[in-house]
């Protein structure tokens, strides 16, 4: 069974930084792309980022170029997100999901997920 859990997440000042990991089991990470969704209170869920299986490829939100980095480790089975330089505007439920081989367009294609972990951004 596939399973995902989040972790990494909690309060910080703006500015600051975050490391989320997203730890998987049940499947070999390898055949695996992994997107990082987030969820703030009274908004639709998002996108933020996602890396293909082969991590040879990801893409991220608008809002977070240039502040956020995924990056994956197979042997490890986990994926993670580098958050710096965070805003007030970060403040959300951080979620992965996985979709086979390739990042995908829908979120509905993104066939598992974790419970979340909450990050906070504030002074």
């Known amino acids: 069974q596939l399973q995902l859990v989040e972790s990494g997440g909690g309060l910080v000042q703006p500015g600051g930084s975050l490391r989320l990991s997203c730890a998987v089991s049940?499947?070999?990470?390898?055949?695996?792309?992994i997107g990082w969704f987030r969820q703030a209170p009274g908004k639709e869920r998002e996108g933020v980022s996602c890396?293909?299986?082969?991590?040879?490829?990801?893409n991220y939100a608008d809002s977070v170029k240039g502040r956020f980095t995924i990056s994956r480790d197979n042997a490890k089975n986990t994926v993670y997100l580098q958050m710096n330089s965070l805003k007030p505007e970060d403040t959300a439920v951080y979620y992965c999901?996985?979709?086979?081989?390739?990042?995908?367009?829908?979120?509905?294609?993104?066939?598992?997920w974790g419970q979340g972990t909450q990050v906070t951004v504030s002074s």
């Open positions: 999901a996985a979709a086979i081989i390739s990042c995908r367009k829908r979120m509905a294609d993104f066939g598992s």
């Open positions: 049940g499947f070999t990470l390898d055949y695996y792309a």
């Open positions: 890396i293909s299986s082969s991590g040879g490829s990801s």
